[in-house]
């Protein structure tokens, strides 16, 4: 059998880049990127922070004609403790630099996930204020109070606590100012052991901010001679968010 190889790929395949296709085309160039961080944090029943990191990641929508070569920057990179990366960045260029160089995929990816904490300051964007009182055959009360405390201006939307009722607690009525609440019952057994109530999870959205204070800096494009739109969008939100009682 005789074979013939041709020293070019067929239009529409893969190229020299195995994570891009060659061919690619667009009426509309665009490449957006969403910063998403999220917040983990235990906070003591004094409103102390005893851990707080964050954990974050770069998603991105390209759209782009060709083979475009891009270049991320940011205003503040050092804040990174931690990084990883997409097989597209060029990692030398991040050691020396700092600057996130690529010839992105087609579509959607992570270009990058990073931590904050090890060696930042981690700004709490929320408080949460509590006073309880529960005592076994009598009429207890709950007290929690929750506002925004380092959100640079931003509302925070879809707050959402989960509270632990021991086992005892077999009903609620509970009057809140703002939002609402529901209550699952656990048990309808009775005791006299402590009553212990835990804020197992606390939830909540900022958009338009990553409470790290990462910033890009600017997008730049090579390779390619059209002018793409270029979009960035900032989400801060809970992670693993816990308040002791």
Same mark, same amino acid.
């Given at each position: 059998? =005789?074979?013939?190889?041709?020293?070019?790929?067929?239009?529409?395949?893969?190229?020299?880049? +195995?994570?891009?296709?060659?061919?690619?085309?667009?009426?509309?160039?665009?490449?957006?990127?969403?910063?998403?961080?999220?917040?983990?944090?235990?906070?003591?029943?004094?409103? $102390?922070?005893?851990?707080?990191?964050?954990?974050?990641?770069?998603?991105?929508?390209?759209?782009? !004609?060709?083979?475009?070569?891009?270049?991320?920057? &940011?205003?503040? +990179?050092?804040? &990174?403790?931690?990084? !990883? &990366?997409?097989?597209?960045?060029?990692?030398?260029?991040?050691?020396?630099?700092?600057?996130?160089?690529?010839?992105?995929?087609?579509?959607?990816?992570?270009?990058? #996930?990073? =931590?904050?904490? !090890?060696? #930042?300051?981690?700004?709490?964007?929320?408080?949460?204020? =509590?006073?309880?009182?529960?005592? *076994?055959?009598?009429? !207890?009360?709950?007290?929690?109070?929750?506002? +925004?405390?380092?959100?640079?201006?931003? *509302?925070?939307?879809?707050?959402?606590?989960?509270?632990?009722?021991?086992?005892?607690?077999?009903?609620?009525?509970?009057?809140?100012?703002?939002?609402? %609440?529901?209550?699952?019952?656990?048990?309808?057994?009775?005791?006299?052991?402590?009553?212990?109530?835990?804020?197992?999870?606390? =939830? &909540?959205?900022?958009?338009?901010?990553?409470?790290?204070?990462?910033?890009?800096?600017?997008?730049?494009?090579?390779?390619?001679? %059209?002018?793409?739109?270029?979009?960035?969008? %900032?989400?801060?939100?809970?992670?693993?968010? $816990?308040?002791?009682?």
């Amino acid at each position: 059998m =005789h074979f013939s190889i041709s020293g070019t790929l067929p239009s529409g395949q893969l190229s020299a880049i +195995p994570w891009r296709r060659t061919g690619v085309k667009y009426t509309n160039n665009e490449a957006y990127f969403d910063v998403v961080e999220e917040v983990d944090a235990i906070i003591d029943k004094n409103g $102390q922070t005893i851990f707080a990191e964050i954990q974050g990641y770069i998603d991105c929508c390209i759209k782009l !004609s060709g083979m475009p070569d891009l270049s991320l920057s &940011f205003m503040n +990179p050092r804040l &990174f403790d931690d990084v !990883s &990366f997409h097989p597209c960045v060029r990692f030398k260029r991040w050691e020396s630099e700092r600057i996130l160089s690529f010839i992105p995929p087609d579509g959607n990816f992570r270009l990058m #996930s990073y =931590h904050v904490g !090890s060696q #930042s300051i981690v700004a709490i964007p929320i408080y949460v204020r =509590h006073n309880l009182v529960l005592k *076994s055959g009598e009429q !207890s009360r709950l007290d929690i109070t929750v506002g +925004p405390k380092t959100t640079m201006g931003r *509302s925070v939307e879809a707050v959402k606590l989960d509270i632990c009722m021991p086992k005892a607690v077999t009903n609620c009525s509970l009057v809140v100012n703002q939002g609402k %609440y529901t209550y699952d019952t656990v048990s309808v057994a009775s005791t006299n052991s402590t009553l212990e109530t835990t804020i197992d999870r606390v =939830h &909540f959205t900022i958009s338009q901010m990553a409470v790290s204070g990462l910033k890009v800096n600017r997008l730049d494009m090579y390779g390619e001679k %059209y002018k793409p739109f270029k979009g960035v969008k %900032y989400v801060t939100k809970a992670g693993k968010f $816990q308040i002791r009682m």
